[in-house]
């Protein structure tokens, strides 16, 4: 089945701004979606369809995709950005139809 | 506004059943999937399934196929997921969602699950 992998871990300062990746076989014609989890908190959806901003996300989260890897980009990061972070696609070819990447913990030095 | 609204924490024992719940309102249920993810201690989040309440298509991933049964009842606009044996690594945060464009755009707020003799 389709394979998403994403870094374990990202640091960042305050006030800069965090990459956070998610490769995939040519994932750049994918439909890329993007998951924000804080500790003991259900998942908010905060990237849609590659680029797409649900109501409510900031401005400071956007997400982009080229060839082998998909990116979620947050500026001005702040200490409330502080999550695990999920990107996911749907797998049409197998059973499996649903993949998530492992996740990627974002911490704010 | 649209909320999911999920049954709350249980506790069982190894081989006993469970069947927990997930409420939506503020949308037509019967035109969104509606799914379950887990998300066992410390690891990441896992797919198991959905079903569409228009139709009663249901979708499994194939770790979970067998494994567990999701259902609706249309009439209070709530969907199940339900074991027929837990065992000990059902042990568990269950969340459910509804799918808006192929992406899980709402969750409820989880239902853990504990399975210990």
């Known amino acids: 089945s389709y394979v998403l992998t994403q870094p374990p871990s990202v640091s960042v300062a305050p006030g800069q701004t965090a990459t956070i990746t998610c490769g995939g076989n040519n994932i750049g014609t994918e439909s890329v979606h993007w998951y924000q989890q804080k500790p003991g908190q259900a998942p908010v959806l905060v990237v849609s369809?590659?680029?797409d901003r649900p109501s409510g996300v900031p401005e400071r989260f956007s997400g982009s995709t080229s060839g082998n890897t998909a990116t979620l980009t947050i500026t001005s990061v702040d200490a409330g950005d502080e999550a695990d972070y999920y990107c996911q696609v749907w797998d049409d070819a197998t059973d499996h139809l649903v993949i998530f990447g492992a996740g990627s913990k974002l911490t704010v030095l | 506004e649209v909320q999911l609204v999920q049954s709350g924490s249980e506790v069982k024992q190894p081989g006993e059943s469970l069947k927990i719940s997930c409420q939506g309102s503020?949308?037509?249920?019967?035109?969104?999937?509606i799914g379950w993810v887990r998300q066992m201690p410390g690891r990441g989040l896992e797919w198991m399934g959905m079903?569409?309440?228009?139709?009663?298509?249901?979708r499994y991933s194939p770790s979970f196929r067998g494994q567990v049964i999701i259902s609706v009842d249309k009439s209070i606009s709530t969907a199940y997921l339900q074991w027929s044996s837990l065992k000990a690594s059902d042990t568990a945060m269950y969340y459910c969602?509804?799918?808006?464009?192929?992406?899980?755009?709402?969750w409820g707020l989880g239902t853990k699950v504990t399975v210990s003799p």
């Open positions: 079903f569409y309440p228009g139709d009663s298509d249901a």
């Open positions: 503020g949308y037509i249920f019967t035109r969104q999937w």
């Open positions: 969602f509804t799918m808006e464009n192929d992406a899980f755009d709402v």
């Open positions: 369809d590659n680029t």
